[in-house]
């Protein structure tokens, strides 16, 4: 069984520019969801995507968009880039109506 | 919306004594609560869970245990390990998709 995988493990970004993160569910699972986990904190929601639409969504401004594709695979991107946007976005797979939602190792991004 | 409060913050133990992590939630409609075992470089594991219809889980030396009308759920650790110290999050998620985090609690276990 292939567990969640998520590309860039790292990058860095300038102020206003554009990043698209990745995320491959583990086997079965069709529902992803995106987490924003600042230096300390807890996990923040961003959203969920179920069957290629947005199914849930958290306090974060448009700029923050995703898509899910056919194969459930999803991506997370974040356009005009703050500084604040600077955290470990993670991605978790799970199945609809079963509570256990399984994460990936995350992808560190630092805007400067 | 859900507000889910941890403590402590941080929680020092010496090799094969307990450790506890409480929780409080604020939805009374949340009705799913997953511990999450977060290791330094790595995402969230998912360690235990459960469900509002249950008061009590156990899965070895982890167990957690409900309070549906306090709104308070805990994790306990029993005989504690050097590879149990991480950083601990508790969670919830009520009638939306969302999970809730806590801030997180880090264990340390000293042998």
């Known amino acids: 069984e292939t567990g969640v995988t998520q590309s860039p493990t790292h990058l860095i970004k300038t102020r206003g520019q554009q990043v698209t993160l990745r995320c491959s569910s583990q086997?079965?699972?069709?529902?992803v969801s995106w987490y924003q986990q600042a230096l300390g904190q807890g996990p923040q929601f961003i959203f969920q995507y179920y069957r290629e639409e947005e199914n849930g969504r958290g306090n974060f401004p448009p700029r923050f968009s995703g898509l899910q594709f056919p194969n459930y695979s999803s991506e997370l991107n974040v356009n005009a880039l703050e500084l604040d946007d600077s955290a470990l976005y993670l991605c978790a797979s799970s199945l609809p109506g079963q509570g256990g939602q399984y994460f990936g190792p995350g992808t560190r991004l630092t805007v400067t | 919306g859900e507000n889910v409060e941890q403590h402590p913050s941080t929680l020092s133990v010496q090799e094969g004594d307990s450790a506890v992590i409480k929780c409080t939630y604020s939805d009374s409609a949340s009705n799913y609560f997953p511990w999450y075992k977060q290791e330094l470089g790595k995402g969230p594991q998912l360690i235990i869970d459960?469900?509002?219809?249950?008061g009590e889980k156990k899965d070895q030396r982890i167990a957690v245990t409900l309070n549906k009308t306090a709104k308070h759920f805990s994790l306990h650790i029993t005989e504690t390990q050097p590879e149990d110290s991480a950083v601990y999050f508790c969670a919830a998620r009520g009638a939306g998709t969302a999970l809730i985090f806590g801030k997180g609690t880090t264990l340390s276990v000293s042998s």
């Open positions: 086997s079965g699972h069709n529902t």
């Open positions: 459960i469900r509002s219809n249950v």
